[in-house]
């Protein structure tokens, strides 16, 4: 086995396999844990299934094309359809960048620390040091931070959660048919099928000029990076469940989801919490505004990067500026419910997925664009029924959402 | 604000009338994009159908001509000859013939579609050296017939076709790119012929290729590469940085890359086989001319640290006894080798006796020999174990652009050029990154 050719390669698939469990994420899971128990845990395998096809089918595009999401959109559906994907990326990135900051704010005021001293003082921060390329000593000390969430293995083991409940909730799908029931299914299908991270993968693998020899490791690559996503909101959903669920605590703020970890950590579960929470939105609010920013220049066809001064590439920056301000405003919103917003960010998520996923269905299929790697019949009916499971899921919620 | 290209203002001339002027010209230049779904009638006024695709033929001149149209009747999607069409105005076309010819139209060997092969598609504009998108199509009328004049790459044309209707089809020539200057890739069915020369691709200077094959996508790479002569090639892959020729060199064919890397001068060569990882450095080797595999081989043997790793084997030698007019006529074969900065004159037992440079060997009598040429101040020189600090500081001793490696018994290996120790000391990044990438 080649491995040390894996590792030239591995990257992306677990960085955005790890900035999953972002505080969006994270938030997400537990509160799947902790309202329903084990009953919906088949959602979160679904949406891990969904996540490996299609971020495999992102990579490989970029792969074969060479070409970003938003600029393939605009080359094969012109450009009002790149504008209205842009548009959906855009406005879901805000919100997962929202996500971000709530989950920044969440982690400090474990610390005792205000939203309106944390969140512009980090959003500084991460500006800075994307802008400055101050960033890389950092992005190692975030990532153990935010390899934290791994503990959650160890405390939903700790737990002792009923394994046989388990195993049912994650093979036989039922679900009640309550709103919400609906809305956190479908922000778990939002987070972890987050849009930016379909657009992130297929720019890296164009950026790392990977060839289609790389194509198999990076398949390694990007199926462990979703199987950890995977593995580790497993272990959420069960902690959770087996210490909140069962006491019948819901969660309404960080500090109920920390209770979760109570079981490995005792009484520094709360501090370990936060840390986690802390240092993996850190990370992913480094990348969001970037990846929109290169996203937007995709589309545009101009080649923007960080060498270039704002006067020559001023679409590049605003997009920056943009999606850092507006995430960071919506959380100081005063009395904006952090939760409310981090789950509710990611059922967003799932609705702009659609174009997108669509989108990205038809160039596979494109015998033009990729050539002999061109999506096979079956795995196109793979995709669609993937794209048609998330459409029942938003819809379901927008009927029952209207009904009195 | 971009600049509209279109202005040509002499001093003097007033604002109103450059506007006027503007207008006019935009008034007389028809979108593609504005024309994509107009309806198409006949001579009488009735629709026929609607435009789906503006068929050009390329031919040696700069700007391809309209030969026809593809339109939408019913589900078929036929061809209108050029010559049958009335008028082509913004919003619908006119044709001046009833007769459709039913069959689905074909490609045939030579055309191509505006709408699908051009619009939105990357092209490469050789005046400005980059990769641009195409926005929008402008054609005019010139003659009898309709030819395609200028490609517009503005993010305002971007946003004005997602506009409905009427505003959509309003030309905006902001920044209007001449057709004359496009080159583009990959046409399907066509994949290489060149509709202008290689010539066009040749104009363009080493570094401006080299960023061009960084900011396209990989067919269009491909591309680009192919029509480039290999000697073209290997000079722009000297300019680009480590990291972007690594990539590009897994990217393309063994075969292709150990030319390419045959050609490129030595120590640019080392310094991108030393990149790779060992098989395929072992692939390129065994791909290439003997000779230069062991030329390279021998280079790579030592650390990219020392002398011996950053310098260049191409070495112009002298004897002692050489005439200057024959020297001048040798430096004169290889009058396009960027390296030749200075020349080796050596003993008869090769060891090195001076280091000349151009302006000496101008200055020389040209039947004298190249002994006469030397002369004190003799340069420093170093062995190819020495560290980049030696280099460095007998290189500003030297006060020369270059500094000669010799072997321990003084005879000449290589030169070390300026910007090799430059590269070596400096890590340089450049393009996109992500925030774990940037660093030394």
Same mark, same amino acid.
């Given at each position: ?74 080359? &094969? ?130 950026? &790392? ?193 209207? &009904?009195? | ?82 010559? +049958?069409?009335? $008028? ?121 290729? #080299? ?89 790579? #043997?030592?650390? +990219? ?32 080798? $960027? ?49 980049? #600090? ?29 910007? +090799?120790?430059?590269? #070596? ?16």
């Amino acid at each position: 086995m080649r491995l040390l050719a894996l590792f030239a390669v591995v990257g992306p698939g677990l960085i955005a396999g790890l900035s999953d469990d972002d505080p969006a994420g994270i938030t997400t899971y537990s509160v799947l844990g902790a309202q329903f128990g084990y009953q919906l845990l088949w959602v979160l395998l679904v949406s891990t299934v969904a996540l490996i096809l299609f971020q495999a089918l992102g990579a490989r595009i970029g792969v074969v094309t060479g070409q970003g999401l938003t600029g393939l959109i605009r080359q &094969k559906y012109g450009a009002p359809a790149a504008t209205g994907a842009m548009l959906a990326l855009l406005a879901a990135n805000i919100g997962t960048t929202a996500a971000e900051f709530a989950g920044i704010a969440a982690g400090f005021q474990l610390f005792g620390v205000p939203k309106t001293l944390s969140v512009p003082l980090s959003a500084l921060l991460v500006t800075t040091l994307v802008l400055r390329g101050g960033f890389r000593g950092v992005e190692r000390v975030l990532l153990v931070l935010s390899a934290v969430f791994i503990c959650y293995v160890g405390a939903g083991i700790l737990a002792n959660p009923d394994w046989a409940a388990a195993a049912r909730g994650l093979v036989v799908p039922t679900m009640p048919l309550t709103r919400e029931a609906l809305i956190i299914s479908t922000a778990t299908l939002g987070t972890t099928l987050a849009p930016w991270g379909l657009a992130f993968i297929q720019s890296y693998a164009v950026d &790392k000029r990977l060839t289609t020899n790389d194509l198999s490791l990076l398949r390694i690559d990007v199926v462990t990076g979703a199987l950890l996503t995977g593995v580790i909101g497993f272990f959420v959903v069960v902690s959770c469940a087996a210490t909140l669920h069962v006491h019948g605590v819901s969660i309404n703020n960080a500090a109920d989801a920390a209770a979760a970890l109570e079981p490995l950590a005792g009484t520094l579960a709360k501090g370990l919490f936060a840390v986690g929470l802390i240092g993996a939105a850190l990370l992913a609010a480094s990348i969001l505004p970037l990846s929109t920013a290169y996203a937007v220049s995709d589309m545009t066809g101009s080649p923007a990067a960080l060498d270039d001064k704002i006067k020559e590439a001023p679409l590049f920056y605003a997009t920056i500026a943009v999606v850092t301000v507006v995430g960071g405003a919506l959380v100081l919103i005063p009395g904006a419910p952090l939760v409310t917003i981090l789950v509710g960010t990611q059922v967003l998520n799932a609705v702009l997925l659609l174009p997108l996923l669509a989108f990205m269905h038809g160039i596979a299929r494109d015998r033009d664009l990729m050539g002999q790697y061109r999506a096979s019949w079956g795995a196109a009916v793979g995709y669609q029924v993937a794209i048609a499971g998330i459409s029942v899921c938003i819809v379901a919620l927008g009927v029952l959402s209207l &009904k009195p | 604000m971009s600049e509209p290209t279109v202005r040509r203002r002499r001093p003097g001339l007033p604002r109103r009338r450059g506007l006027l002027l503007r207008r006019e010209v935009a008034a007389s230049l028809v979108s593609v994009a504005g024309l994509v779904g107009a309806p198409v009638r006949d001579s009488d006024g009735r629709d026929v159908g609607r435009l789906v695709d503006v068929v050009v033929r390329w031919d040696r001149s700069a700007y391809p001509q309209v030969s026809g149209i593809v339109v939408k009747v019913g589900f078929r999607r036929t061809f209108v000859h050029a010559a +049958d069409l009335a $008028q082509v105005a913004r919003r619908e076309v006119q044709v001046s013939s009833t007769r459709v010819d039913l069959r689905d139209y074909e490609r045939r060997e030579g055309e191509s579609l505006l709408v699908k092969d051009l619009l939105d598609h990357q092209l490469v504009d050789v005046d400005g050296a980059r990769v641009v998108r195409a926005a929008d199509l402008y054609l005019a009328l010139l003659g009898q017939r309709y030819w395609v004049v200028g490609v517009d790459v503005s993010f305002r044309s971007f946003l004005r076709r997602v506009l409905p209707g009427r505003a959509r089809s309003r030309a905006t020539p902001e920044r209007v790119l001449d057709f004359a200057a496009i080159q583009q890739f990959g046409l399907p069915g066509d994949p290489l012929r060149l509709r202008r020369a290689h010539r066009t691709l040749e104009r363009l200077r080493p570094a401006e290729l #080299a960023d061009l094959l960084e900011d396209l996508g990989r067919p269009q790479r491909q591309a680009l590469l192919s029509m480039l002569h290999p000697d073209t090639a290997a000079d722009a892959l000297e300019e680009m940085t480590a990291e972007e020729l690594e990539l590009l060199l897994r990217e393309v064919p063994d075969e292709q890359a150990a030319e390419l890397l045959a050609r490129m001068e030595p120590d640019e060569a080392v310094e991108a086989l030393r990149d790779l990882p060992e098989e395929e450095r072992e692939t390129l080797l065994a791909a290439m001319p003997a000779q230069r595999a062991e030329e390279l081989s021998r280079l790579l #043997a030592y650390d +990219d640290e020392v002398a011996g790793g950053i310098m260049t084997t191409s070495l112009m030698v002298l004897g002692l006894d050489e005439t200057v007019a024959s020297v001048r006529e040798r430096v004169l074969e290889h009058r396009g080798d $960027q390296d030749l900065v200075g020349l080796v004159v050596v003993d008869d037992d090769g060891r090195l006796v001076d280091d000349l440079s151009l302006l000496d060997l101008l200055a020389g009598d040209p039947s004298e020999p190249a002994s006469a040429l030397v002369a004190p101040p003799y340069p420093g020189t170093v062995t190819p174990e020495a560290d980049l #600090a030696e280099v460095v500081e007998q290189l500003t001793a030297n006060r020369g652009a270059s500094l000669v490696v010799v072997d321990a018994e003084g005879r000449p290996l290589g030169r070390i050029l300026a910007d +090799d120790v430059v590269d #070596a000391l400096m890590a340089t990044r450049s393009g996109r990154h992500w925030p774990w990438q940037v660093g030394p």
